[in-house]
């Protein structure tokens, strides 16, 4: 059985037992923007109404790759030879920028680089559902997470409003984040910025903006300037495994995993906050010891393997980058 239609029968019963009515949850909606946001509620029912609920998004949905793929696979989507020559040509290209942003945020440039790369393949593949048409199929029509889509797309309609944006014209993924850098509406409110001086935030042809907004977004979000992110690590055993099922969230210290066996660079202090990680590829298992920098790139997307593939990507265009430099 497909996994989509698997997640559509687990749905029925409480769609049954009388989860709300989508035409219903549209008209409280409607109701709310008007009466807290000041929005012309006939005008807001039209636009609503040009929406169309895709299945395919639904479709899309049940089934992301952080959820079932292993590390081996999932790396092989990221790692590869194209992305890697695509991040040193949108470095190469945006060269300035990047060095203005690692300036004032402190995130480096290959990071910032890594994130778009694997976002949208530096731009070409940034999404090709209308932002209005993915957030309203979500919002009322998926009930596990229908709250929290509906929380966008009232975000998606006030920053359309703000930026004086048509919202029937804005193009992004399946769960409406758009851009280069895969914003959701909330995220483009709070982070994006205007890293050109132009008067527009927009990260879906403006790299400077699409540079700017990445790192602010890490730099709001605690990115520590200069510090590592994870290390590969041996020496881990069985008797560990507390400490890796507490998660990625630096919750010990060097110094403790040390002082359980663990074998660590001696450039990193005892005091440095820390996690464990085991990332399995189907044969065997790998350790990473986990820093706050590696939390950071988790805030972007909530999957350890999500933030080691940026580590990854990264890691690997610094190497190729600096051995190009004359």
């Not at 409607?30 to 807290?36: G, L, V």
């Not at 690692?102 to 932002?131: D, K, N, S």
């Not at 403006?206 to 690590?233: K, L």
């Not at 950071?296 to 990507?313: D, G």
């Amino acid at each position: 059985m497909k996994p989509y239609l698997l997640s559509l029968i687990l749905l029925l019963p409480a769609l049954a037992a009388g989860a709300a009515d989508p035409g219903r949850l549209q008209q409280e909606f409607i109701t709310e923007m008007a009466t807290r946001y000041g929005f012309d509620a006939q005008a807001l029912g039209r636009l609503l109404e040009q929406a169309e609920v895709r299945q395919s998004i639904l479709e899309a949905i049940a089934r992301p790759a952080e959820k079932r793929l292993d590390w081996g696979k999932y790396r092989k989507i990221f790692l590869t030879r194209e992305r890697i020559r695509g991040g040193l040509r949108y470095w190469r290209d945006n060269a300035e920028v990047l060095a203005r942003a690692e300036q004032q945020y402190g995130v480096p440039p290959e990071i910032i680089v890594a994130i778009i790369g694997v976002e949208t393949r530096y731009g070409r593949h940034a999404g090709r559902y209308r932002v209005l048409d993915a957030l309203t199929t979500l919002g009322f029509h998926y009930p596990p997470r229908a709250a929290f889509f509906r929380g966008e797309l009232r975000e998606f309609l006030l920053l359309a409003r703000e930026e004086d944006a048509d919202p029937t014209a804005l193009l992004g993924s399946y769960a409406g984040a758009m851009g280069k850098p895969q914003f959701i509406p909330s995220s483009f409110r709070a982070y994006a910025v205007d890293f050109d001086g132009d008067g527009r935030r927009d990260i879906w042809e403006n790299d400077a903006d699409v540079i700017g907004s990445v790192a602010n977004y890490f730099a709001r979000h605690g990115w520590q300037r200069g510090q590592p992110v994870t290390r590969r690590i041996q020496g881990v055993d069985t008797s560990l495994q507390a400490v890796i099922d507490r998660g990625y969230k630096p919750h010990t210290t060097v110094g403790r995993l040390r002082g359980a066996g663990v074998r660590l660079a001696r450039s990193l202090p005892d005091d440095l906050p820390a996690a464990l990680l085991a990332l399995h590829d189907g044969e065997r298992t790998e350790h990473w010891l986990v820093l706050n920098n590696f939390h950071v790139i988790t805030r972007y997307n909530h999957s350890p393997l999500y933030a080691m593939a940026v580590f990854q990507l990264a890691d690997a265009l610094r190497r190729l980058h600096d051995r190009k430099m004359p």
